[in-house]
């Protein structure tokens, strides 16, 4: 079994005689800020030693009385290679007063999945489940996630069809999974009924799923297909990220077509996505075609930073190891040739600033971090407090060799919108004005809607009007983006009235909402009952070209329902059928239930009657959701996937 393999035995007391003496030996710290880096010390440590092939140095290590799960996981995770990693479990059995947990063994299987250990991951699975460790288990996920990086196709759809039985809804990661491990086996058509699956079953496709999607159609040579579906994903509201970005600018480059390419890199830039170091090799090429000019930019970031000294595995003698982060290396002799990196964890070091306080910021700077944008960005993410982030935002920009750039400034925008922080989030944009810098677009409409969950409509509105000059021209579609945002958070606000308003200018001065602005507003204002409101904004919806669907009818139907005024959704009913169309089957059982509730029964017998009339009521959920996608969009893009599968298959 995998633990008598690799791991020691773990009996009840004697947890609970380590957790008592590991409160007695373990060093004390004056702050969260001293263990980590602490921690991160020895994590480099262990890190250098299972690449020198030192067994003393690594098994004295791992008998530290630092030692703990967290260090453990971390040196898991940063192994060169499965052997390593086993190495690390096999030298922690000489330490009685360790024991794993769920993130330790969670951070095993990984490697083992990364490393297509298939035997030896299921074994550990095995064990986990047959609970040989305490307070660690696995769920389908887990398993989807393991089985799908191993490339086990079997297993992973075997754990899917337990999952989908045990389970009413599954999630939209899960369908990914299968879809991903579909596109890289080469079943092209399971892959596409996956997605079709997603849609149909009640999920909604994210931003993971396009990328899923996109990888898949640039691998199978349908450049144009990924572009028109990462075109699309704007009108969805479906966030393009920095990897879709990649896997296009890679298959453009590719094939040298390179104004493709260009064009996509100007999009990122608009987007306020910065290039990851992945994309090195692409931007280096374009750059040497004379494709790109100031590429230097955006290579900068991407290339090792200098000032980052190299953590280095030294020998001299003595038992005692050393780590050295001096490039001076004269009277130490080199034992063995390992450098790397210093380990660092944003995530663990935001946890850690959480207690800012004048002994926090002395160690800190005493660190002697090399700030880089993306490191400032990735810790301004993983603040839980945004009044910590803004301390850290202030002091590090004091900070040698950094100065903040747009990145790093739009990153603090949204986290102080999102909590409410006006007043600060002014400021801020008063400060890019005044240097006269610009703000990508996407970080307006973001600014907006998180003025939407802290309720600050006044804001919202004032960024919409004053503060959008700051992205430059924007095009009519952008604009109908930007409104849509507003018009959602000014709904979110119980702005009613604000919300006529705006669409009215928004329609005065030649901007058309689409139909899923549409369907959100009657949506808000059907749940309040508020029948002339919403029937002046379905005439609205004819009056300026746009065409109902299925969708924006099963919406009203269900606010109405909601809010107990069945009747009112009866009638939506009967425009919906005038129209050819259907409600879907669980949006006809909500009707009939809600008018019988109100003793409409003759209502909804006819109900019954007219959808066995026309005995086209469809079993699944009718696609779609408020405020982001329609039938349309989500028909169109299953089109171009489909289609574009078939082509290739005659």
Not at 245 to 254: H, K, N, S, T, W
Request: charged share 25%; glycine share 4%.
């Amino acid at each position: 079994m995998f633990s008598k393999r690799f791991l020691p035995a773990v009996i009840l007391s004697k947890a609970f005689t380590q957790l008592q003496t590991r409160s007695f030996v373990r060093v004390p710290f004056t702050n969260k800020l001293a263990l980590y880096l602490r921690r991160a010390q020895l994590i480099d440590s262990i890190r250098l030693a299972v690449r020198s092939n030192s067994s003393n140095s690594l098994s004295s290590l791992l008998n530290d009385r630092l030692l703990d799960p967290f260090i453990v996981t971390h040196a898991l995770r940063s192994a060169p290679n499965s052997d390593s990693a086993l190495s690390i479990m096999e030298a922690l059995k000489s330490n009685p007063n360790f024991s794993h947990n769920q993130s330790t063994l969670h951070a095993l299987a990984t490697v083992l999945a990364k490393s297509q250990r298939n035997h030896e991951l299921k074994t550990l699975i095995g064990d986990i489940s047959s609970s040989k460790f305490l307070n660690v288990s696995v769920n389908f996920m887990n398993l989807m996630q393991w089985y799908s990086t191993s490339g086990d196709l079997e297993s992973v759809l075997s754990t899917w069809n337990e999952h989908r039985q045990r389970a009413k809804l599954l999630s939209t990661e899960s369908y990914n999974i299968v879809m991903s491990v579909y596109a890289k086996t080469g079943k092209n058509f399971e892959a596409v009924e996956t997605f079709r699956q997603v849609i149909d079953e009640g999920a909604i496709p994210n931003s993971r799923t396009y990328t899923v999607m996109i990888e898949h159609l640039v691998n199978l040579g349908k450049l144009d297909s990924a572009l028109e579906v990462f075109s699309a994903l704007p009108l969805m509201r479906i966030k393009r990220t920095s990897k879709q970005y990649l896997i296009l600018v890679e298959g453009f480059v590719g094939v040298e077509r390179f104004d493709e390419a260009k064009s996509l890199l100007n999009e990122m830039r608009d987007d306020g996505k910065f290039p990851g170091r992945a994309m090195r090799v692409a931007l280096e090429r374009m750059q040497e075609m004379g494709f790109i000019q100031g590429a230097n930019e955006f290579l900068r970031e991407m290339l090792p930073d200098k000032r980052i000294k190299n953590v280095r595995y030294y020998e001299d003698g003595s038992d005692d190891d050393e780590e050295e982060n001096d490039d001076n290396n004269s009277g130490v002799r080199i034992a063995y040739g390992v450098q790397l990196k210093p380990w660092l964890d944003p995530k663990a070091l935001a946890n850690t600033l959480d207690e800012w306080s004048p002994e926090v910021v002395s160690l800190l700077a005493d660190a002697k971090f090399v700030w880089t944008t993306r490191l400032v960005c990735k810790v301004l993410r993983h603040f839980k407090s945004p009044e910590t982030a803004w301390h850290f935002f202030c002091w590090v920009a004091y900070q040698p060799g950094y100065t903040h750039d747009v990145y790093a400034l739009e990153k603090m925008l949204t986290i102080l919108a999102r909590h409410g922080h006006v007043e600060l989030v002014d400021r801020l944009i008063a400060k890019l004005r005044s240097d006269g810098m610009r703000l990508p677009f996407s970080t307006i409409r973001l600014i907006i809607d998180f003025y939407g969950i802290s309720k600050k409509a006044d804001a919202a509105l004032k960024v919409c009007h004053d503060d959008r000059t700051l992205c430059g021209p924007i095009s009519k579609f952008k604009l109908m983006l930007l409104y849509s945002s507003l018009l959602r958070t000014l709904t979110k606000c119980k702005r009613d009235f604000d919300a006529i308003n705006v669409l009215e200018e928004m329609i005065f001065s030649g901007i058309v909402p689409d139909v899923q602005t549409f369907s959100g507003l009657m949506y808000h204002f059907a749940l309040q009952g508020d029948e002339k409101i919403v029937q002046k904004l379905f005439s609205m919806v004819r009056q300026n070209g746009v065409e109902p669907d299925a969708y924006m009818f099963k919406v009203l139907i269900q606010a109405y329902c909601k809010c107990g005024r069945a009747p009112l959704a009866y009638r939506v009913f009967e425009d919906l059928s005038n129209s050819n169309l259907m409600p879907d089957a669980a949006t006809k059982e909500l009707l009939k239930k809600s008018l019988w509730k109100e003793g409409r029964r003759k209502e909804a017998a006819a109900v019954e009657e007219r959808c066995e009339k026309i005995n086209d009521v469809p079993s699944l959920a009718l696609r779609g959701h408020i405020w982001a996608v329609s039938s349309a969009d989500l028909t169109r893009v299953h089109t171009i996937y489909r289609n574009s599968i078939t082509s290739i298959m005659t």
